[in-house]
């Protein structure tokens, strides 16, 4: 009697805690707000991401030239004013600031310089903003467009 009173006690005596089962939840709220403050951070940086001025260019169906480095950019919106690269500059300033350009680049006149303009803006001005890049020695000339899509 005695040997069934030990393992009783023994019993009672070493009460265990029962776990509680493993929770197989994945707790989203981490996520989502990680998911919430990116979306955020990109729909305020995505407006400032556009580069250059802001032209309506014309279509083409012509193939996108390979570019090395930065290229050379000048631009001509709807108003008339002219950009070098995103500088507004005077056509009468044109001349100099492109030559000290190829001085500045170890007089290479054979680069490429990619002109913008805007398809509102008058043929006079484009040509006259195109004698000026030859007039500084500039040879090479693109006239940047926009893909021609398909008009059916």
């Excluded at 939840?25 to 991401?49: Q, R």
């Amino acid at each position: 009697m005695a040997a069934s009173t030990l393992s009783a006690g023994s019993a009672v005596g070493g009460k265990r805690r029962r776990r509680r089962p493993v929770m197989s939840e994945i707790n989203v709220t981490p996520f989502v707000d990680v998911m919430l403050v990116l979306l955020i951070v990109f729909m305020v940086s995505a407006p400032l991401l556009t580069v250059g001025v802001p032209i309506d260019l014309p279509q083409s169906q012509a193939k996108a030239l390979p570019q090395d480095n930065e290229p050379l950019t000048i631009s001509v919106n709807v108003d008339g004013k002219i950009y070098l690269q995103n500088q507004p500059i005077e056509i009468d300033d044109l001349v100099t600031k492109l030559k000290a350009i190829i001085d500045a680049r170890h007089g290479n006149p054979d680069e490429t310089i990619y002109v913008r303009g805007d398809r509102k803006i008058d043929y006079g001005t484009m040509m006259r903003v195109m004698g000026r890049i030859s007039g500084a020695g500039y040879h090479k000339v693109a006239l940047v467009t926009n893909v021609e899509q398909d008009q059916q």
